[in-house]
């Protein structure tokens, strides 16, 4: 089974632009979560999709950050413009539902550098 | 509001000696608890969880984790380390009741397995 796929695995900015990240859940997991990982910190969530409705976006900075999951499928996390303090790394996860138990698996995530 | 505390940023222990990775958790309902182990520029990967039942719960690679609710912990453990088990592990907490969706992650702790 493949697991969960992101892209750019990299990616290195300027301060004020923009930046794309993509994510492929594991097929058939209808939930999906983009997170933030600042260095030496936990993961943090920032939206939560269930198909391609938000169930969670509370602590997503709405100014700058933006997601989508049109086909309740695959889906991007926008951040325009970029703030220096943006420099983490990003993750993807997939669970099966959204249910309490599940499992949510990660994928590779994406390192973002701005400068 | 939910909380995860990993008091000890680094444990080193030798190969073959048995390990422990401490973790408590703080939430308001019934706890859904959860251990991760991240690899160097990898995602997370799932180790183990704890929904009900059993407080001893077996995982991946050889791990264990031993709930206690008195005490508020979830410590990961093994009988005997690795080399390989060097890496960075985190531990998660989900608060059970219904409309409660959101995973709290520790700040991780960097496990070091001497030859």
């Known amino acids: 089974e493949a697991g969960v796929a992101q892209s750019p695995r990299y990616k290195i900015i300027e301060k004020r632009q923009s930046v794309a990240f993509w994510c492929n859940p594991i097929?058939?997991?209808?939930?999906l979560y983009w997170y933030q990982q600042i260095l030496g910190q936990g993961p943090k969530l920032l939206i939560q999709?269930?198909?391609?409705?938000?169930?969670?976006d509370s602590q997503l900075p709405k100014d700058r950050f933006s997601a989508e999951r049109l086909k309740g499928v695959d889906s991007t996390l926008k951040i325009q413009p970029a703030k220096l303090e943006d420099s983490a790394v990003y993750l993807c996860a997939s669970s099966l539902r959204s249910v309490g138990t599940d499992t949510q698996y990660f994928g590779p995530g994406t390192r973002l550098t701005v400068l | 509001a939910q909380s995860v505390a990993q008091p000890e940023d680094q444990v080193n222990v030798a190969e073959g000696n048995p390990l422990t990775v401490k973790c408590t958790y703080s939430?308001?309902?019934?706890?859904?608890l959860f251990w991760y182990v991240q690899y160097p520029n990898r995602g997370l990967q799932f180790l183990l969880k704890y929904i009900t039942g059993d407080n001893l719960v077996k995982g991946s690679y050889g791990f264990e984790a031993e709930f206690n609710k008195s005490q508020t912990s979830f410590h990961l453990k093994k009988p005997s380390a690795l080399v390989s088990d060097s890496a960075l592990y985190f531990c998660a907490v989900r608060d059970g009741r219904a409309g409660r969706r959101a995973l709290t992650f520790g700040s991780g702790t960097r496990l070091q397995v001497q030859p």
């Open positions: 939430v308001s309902g019934n706890p859904y």
């Open positions: 999709f269930q198909n391609n409705g938000v169930v969670d």
């Open positions: 097929s058939g997991h209808a939930t």
